[in-house]
């Protein structure tokens, strides 16, 4: 599919969830279930993009001192964990996977 | 000045910590999507048509993983899901609202948005013009949205191709997901979902990622069980 394809039907599907209940005001009402479950999305999808990004760096399983993206990856957790901060997470991992492609 | 502007004007004053918050995000969401492989007419346009942060920063990666489009379709539409949350949210308080009131103020819903508009409604309440503070949150929203996105594509399109940056995209995933780990079901949500997505890597069209999210979800959803006392919503995330 197309880019353009792919940008068309994520907007009108991202604009049909935000008009969804304000234009069914009344006559419809979230499951209780499903309010729970959306708390876990962002973890799950964010999760299931960065650990293949981190531990298949070619496409295989390496959990070798030589992948340096994984352990530029856990740097960037531990700067995430204490700084909360996006900026300071980015530059750390980009810095750290520089620094360990350089000595490694 | 009319009530009309200055219930305007009060949505962008409460808009406007927000709108800090958000620049950062739209400068690197512009960078990345060049570095990712979009042309520079998608990468601009995608912040009016998608308009939602998350959705197309994960948009950018995917298509750089060369992610069959039905894949990422599906993938923004689980991602914007809580959007219907905001939509229930605030339903009630643009009932009375003509249709292409409701349309356009339903098209300037992002996570900051609905933070800065509902604190408003459960405060004063509806008032006459109150659609005008919404109007006025969403508004400016949008427009630093459009604006830093431009500068990012244009600082992006400056960064020397020899720059990889194909690893700052999951580095800002990293920074994005850390800070929503604050209990054991998100934590499991998120492991449960990482391993899977290894596991099921090498299922053709990519739908080991979809898969991997429905299990991280599923696995905290269950996990949170009847427990946990029902927190209050608090909109996380970027737009």
């Known amino acids: 599919m197309n880019i353009w394809l792919v940008m068309l039907f994520g907007g009108l599907i991202t604009f049909g969830m935000r008009f969804s209940l304000i234009y069914l005001f009344g006559s419809f009402e979230i499951p209780e279930t499903i309010r729970k479950a959306l708390h876990y999305v962002p973890p799950a999808v964010l999760s299931a993009i960065i650990f293949p990004e981190l531990f298949l760096p070619n496409g295989t399983l390496d959990l070798s001192l030589e992948n340096t993206r994984l352990l530029a990856g856990l740097v960037a957790i531990l700067v995430a964990w204490f700084s909360k901060n996006t900026l300071i997470t980015i530059l750390a991992g980009t810095l750290a996977l520089f620094l360990l492609k350089l000595f490694l | ?239």
């Open chain 2, 1 to 239: 000045m009319s009530e009309q502007f200055k219930n305007f004007c009060a949505g962008i004053r409460a808009e406007f910590p927000l709108l800090v918050g958000v620049f950062p995000f739209g400068l690197i969401y512009g960078a990345l999507a060049l570095n990712a492989g979009l042309s520079t007419a998608a990468a601009q346009l995608m912040s009016s048509i998608v308009f939602a942060g998350s959705s197309q920063f994960i948009t950018a990666q995917l298509v750089h993983e060369s992610t069959p489009g039905f894949i990422i379709v599906l993938t923004i539409a689980v991602v914007n899901l809580r959007h219907m949350l905001y939509s229930a949210s605030l339903a009630p308080y643009i009932s009375s609202l003509p249709m292409r009131w409701k349309a356009l103020l339903s098209y300037l819903l992002t996570d900051e948005a609905y933070a800065a508009t509902v604190i408003h409604y459960e405060n004063e309440g509806v008032t006459p013009f109150s659609h005008w503070f919404f109007l006025g949150a969403g508004f400016s929203l949008w427009f630093i949205w459009q604006i830093s996105t431009a500068l990012g594509i244009f600082l992006g399109a400056a960064i020397p191709e020899s720059w990889s940056l194909d690893f700052a995209l999951p580095l800002t995933f990293i920074a994005m997901v850390v800070p929503v780990l604050k209990n054991e079901p998100a934590i499991a949500a998120a492991l449960s979902a990482g391993v899977v997505a290894l596991v099921a890597f090498s299922l053709p069209y990519r739908i080991g990622l979809i898969l991997a999210a429905l299990v991280g979800i599923a696995v905290g959803t269950v996990l949170e069980g009847r427990k946990s006392p029902k927190e209050k919503m608090r909109p996380k995330g970027i737009l």
